[in-house]
C-alpha cells in the first residue's frame, strides 16, 4: 500500500489510527493484507481538519479520503514502474486510473445522524454552474448538518459526474439539452443509462462510520434510498433538500421529478 510513498510514512500513518482498511460492511481489515478477497475494500486515510468557508457557512470539518483497494492496487503498480524507469514527473498519471472518494466528519455526529451522499459535479460545484443545483446542494447540505443537533456526514462520491456518465459525456448532453432535450432524454440519445451512479463505496463508508444503525439521509431521489437499502441499510429516514431552484435549472428539476424525485410545485417555483 502507497508503495509510491516514504514506506516509513505509510508505517506511522497505520500506527496513528490515520491509516485504516475495511470490507465493504465496515469491518476493519489488516492494512496491509493485499489478498485478493480484500481487493473490494476500503482504504481511508483521516481525519484531517478542514477548515472551510461556503457561501451560508463557514466551519472546520474532518476530512476523509478513501480508494478501494483494486484501484490503489493498479496505481501502486504503476508508481512502481515509474520509479524504476525514472520517470516520477509522469506521476500525475496515477490519478486518472483512482477515484478518490471523500467523507466530512461535520458537528459531532451522535444518534440518527444527519447524511448527504452527493455526486460530484465540476460545474456546479466549483464553477458554479446554474444549469443543475448541486452546488447549492452541497453548500446548503454542509450547513445543515452542521446546524442539526445530531451532527452528520456528507459523503463525497468521485466519478459520479453526470450522474455517471463522465464529464465528457456531460457536456455532450448540454448541447442537446439546449437543443430541446431534457437530461435523461439527451443521456438516451447518446446510448447511455438515465443514472449509472455506483453507490456501493457509499454503503461501506456509511458502514464503517455508522454501522446499520438509523440515519437521516438529505435526498428527493427515490433510487439512492433503494440503492443504500439494497447494501442493507434498513433505517433509513428521507429529508427533502431542495436549494436554488431558478431559471436556468427549473426545466431539469422538472425532469427529475418526471422521473421520480420527491419534488413538488410549491419547490420548482423558486
Not at 514527473?89 to 467523507?103: E, I, K, P, Q, Y
Not at 460530484?120 to 452541497?138: A, I
Not at 437543443?179 to 446510448?191: H, I, K, M
Request: with cysteine; glycine share 8%; net charge negative.
Amino acid at each position: 500500500m502507497f508503495t509510491y510513498l516514504n514506506p516509513a510514512v505509510r508505517e506511522r500513518l497505520i500506527r496513528d489510527g490515520k491509516l485504516v482498511r475495511f470490507d465493504e460492511q465496515g469491518q476493519l481489515l489488516d492494512p496491509d493484507n493485499k489478498a485478493p478477497s480484500t481487493n473490494a475494500a476500503i482504504n481511508l486515510i483521516g481525519p484531517i481538519p478542514l477548515p472551510i468557508d461556503l457561501p451560508s457557512i463557514k466551519t472546520t470539518v474532518q476530512w476523509y479520503a478513501a480508494v478501494r483497494s483494486s484501484e490503489l492496487s493498479q496505481v501502486e503498480a504503476l508508481a512502481s514502474d515509474l520509479k524504476q524507469d525514472n520517470n516520477q514527473h509522469l506521476f500525475a498519471h496515477l490519478v486518472s486510473s483512482m477515484a478518490v472518494n471523500c467523507v466530512l466528519v461535520v458537528g459531532e455526529p451522535s444518534e440518527n445522524p444527519l447524511v448527504r451522499v452527493h455526486s460530484n459535479c465540476l460545474t456546479g460545484d466549483v464553477f458554479g454552474s446554474q444549469r443543475c443545483d448541486c452546488g447549492p446542494q452541497l453548500d446548503a447540505a454542509i450547513r445543515r448538518i452542521h446546524d442539526d443537533s445530531n451532527g452528520g456526514y456528507l459523503v463525497y462520491m468521485s466519478g459520479h459526474e453526470g450522474r455517471g456518465i463522465g464529464l465528457w459525456a456531460k457536456a455532450a448532453t448540454y448541447l442537446l439539452q439546449d437543443a430541446g432535450e431534457d437530461t435523461y432524454q439527451a443521456n438516451r440519445s447518446l446510448g447511455l443509462p438515465d443514472d449509472c451512479r455506483d453507490f456501493s463505496d457509499a454503503a461501506s463508508l456509511l458502514k464503517y462510520f455508522i454501522g446499520n444503525k438509523p440515519l437521516r439521509l438529505l435526498t428527493n431521489n427515490p433510487k439512492k434510498l433503494k440503492d443504500l437499502a439494497e447494501f442493507g441499510f434498513e433505517f433509513i429516514t428521507a429529508v427533502k433538500h431542495v436549494a436554488s431552484v431558478g431559471e436556468w435549472n427549473r426545466k431539469y428539476l422538472s425532469a427529475k421529478r418526471s422521473w421520480g424525485h420527491r419534488l413538488d410545485d410549491e419547490d420548482l417555483s423558486g
